[in-house]
């Protein structure tokens, strides 16, 4: 089986292929990524009309290279995969539509795709693929959650953020500090040549004796140092970044290291675009070693959104039964879609209405 995955929830659109054999792992074909960071950069972040309208630009060009790298032609696509929420309206919009109109020209089935559980599974992707069971450690810019995974569609939410996310963290705190869009990589490079212990941050919920998460308050810390700061703040914003990234890196390794001890589980996966941090990947390298605990991240270039994952999500959901694709073309796209709803495994992913 061959499908093809369109992803458009934000800012990234990505176009994948993926080969799917009876229940062995699904392999990636080939896949094609346009980032829309250098248009956004001049707003100081994501301008949803602009996204959309870049996405129509891009979703084809991406989908002939995709094909054509893997050699294969559009009318060997067996089901046609794509995000259909949680993200922006108009951006998914762009990939849905696509999706289902190369459904309708080739004859072929559709499905959605829940965003996350794309994320959730990207690390099936890599080279070293992880086994069911497993912690999942779910963090970007807009969601940060802990969960127990059983199986394709078997989650249990052990943890999640109660208001900013961790990428959202990173982001806005580097924002503050005057750096560049998108702010995290910009302030994990420069948190590289600074002092972490340079200034005390709060680490929110760090002792809350649960799993969630809270980062708001993180934000305004910095936000009052970096007054106090004044006009040292140029001087001394290698240290509040590395301060900012040392607190945010140390709530997630507590909280990721308390959910195995919960569970007992001896393997964990980090999915998600903050999961591509490198202090983040140390600590929790270091730290999961010594406790006898595998860990397994999606390769470097599928951490942020992308088609493969959308692709790859689509063919475990077919392989596990959890799924059918449809051949119903008449489509919608759901921007706020808990991801809760995908956590019983007695109900399965909604179909393309």
């Not at 080969?19 to 062995?24: Q, T």
């Not at 922006?88 to 999706?99: D, I, P, R």
């Not at 070293?128 to 999942?136: G, H, R, S």
């Not at 607190?247 to 919960?262: G, R, Y």
Request: hydrophobic share 45%.
């Amino acid at each position: 089986m061959l499908l093809l995955g369109i992803e458009s929830s934000c800012d990234e659109t990505g176009v994948a292929l993926v080969e799917s054999h009876g229940d062995a792992l699904p392999l990636l074909r080939s896949h094609a990524l346009h980032s829309q960071i250098a248009m956004h950069q001049a707003y100081g972040g994501v301008v949803p009309e602009l996204a959309s309208r870049d996405h129509i630009r891009r979703v084809l060009p991406l989908t002939e290279a995709v094909m054509a790298e893997a050699g294969r032609s559009l009318a060997e696509i067996d089901v046609v995969a794509y995000t259909r929420g949680p993200g922006l309206a108009g951006a998914l919009l762009v990939g849905a539509g696509v999706a289902c109109a190369l459904g309708v020209a080739l004859g072929k089935p559709v499905l959605g795709v829940h965003h996350l559980e794309g994320h959730l599974l990207s690390p099936f992707l890599s080279s070293d693929p992880p086994e069911f069971p497993f912690v999942a450690l779910l963090v970007s810019g807009g969601h940060t959650q802990l969960m127990r995974v059983d199986g394709v569609g078997r989650y249990e939410l052990l943890g999640e953020t109660i208001d900013d996310a961790a990428g959202e963290a990173f982001d806005k705190s580097a924002k503050l500090m005057g750096l560049p869009y998108p702010g995290g990589p910009w302030l994990a490079k420069l948190a590289e040549g600074g002092d972490a212990a340079a200034f005390k941050l709060p680490r929110p919920l760090l002792h809350s004796g649960d799993l969630d998460f809270s980062f708001a308050g993180l934000k305004t810390a910095v936000l009052t140092q970096a007054k106090k700061l004044g006009d040292q703040l140029e001087a001394r914003k290698a240290d509040l970044a590395a301060s900012t990234q040392a607190a945010i890196v140390e709530v997630l390794l507590k909280k990721s290291l308390a959910a195995l001890d919960q569970t007992g589980l001896k393997r964990l996966v980090v999915a998600g675009g903050v999961g591509a941090n490198k202090n983040l990947r140390e600590q929790l390298n270091a730290a999961c070693a010594k406790r006898k605990v595998r860990v397994h991240y999606p390769e470097l270039h599928l951490c942020t959104d992308n088609g493969a994952m959308i692709a790859m999500a689509a063919a475990m959901r077919l392989q596990s039964g959890l799924s059918q694709a449809s051949e119903r073309y008449a489509f919608d796209v759901k921007p706020r879609w808990p991801m809760a709803s995908l956590m019983t495994p007695e109900t399965p992913l909604p179909e393309t209405a």
